[in-house]
């Protein structure tokens, strides 16, 4: 759709890449393919691990697939760097598989923007670690991380 944008616009500033970032995480920590699928342009690409979708039905089933492998799912991200449309993230998630292993899966990403805020690129790098359920540190309800739950820097991520 033509009308279709997700403020805030760039060029950003430290302050909107901040919120970006943090709107960013709030949506997929709600784990809706629906609602995480309209903060892409309508021809996104993606690389994420060895998956490269494109465009937003592609992107959607992505998002589909992650969620019902990846239960418990809790994400933090972190602003590393921005500049006018771009902004690079760090960020950690736990989650556990169907046999109730629990894991950390660390990562960076590189966003494009266009100009009314949709991303119209992601690169994302991700590692998986095994822990165990005792040295999980997200431990908030589902849903968007509380404003007072420490973030990446401050957990020592």
Partial sequence: MADESKPPFPPFDEDSARQKVRMAENAWNSKDPDKVSLAYTEDSRWRNR???PQGRAQIRAFLQRKWARELDYRLIKELWAF??????????????????????????????????????????????MPIRAEERLFHWPAGTRPDDHPGLSELGL
């Fill in 50 to 52: 060895a998956e490269f």
């Fill in 83 to 128: 500049n006018d449309h771009r902004i690079a993230v760090r960020f950690a998630y736990e989650w556990r598989d169907d046999a109730g292993n629990w894991f950390r899966s660390y990562g960076n990403e590189n966003w494009e923007f266009d100009d009314k805020g949709l991303m119209q690129t992601r690169f994302a790098s991700i590692n998986d």
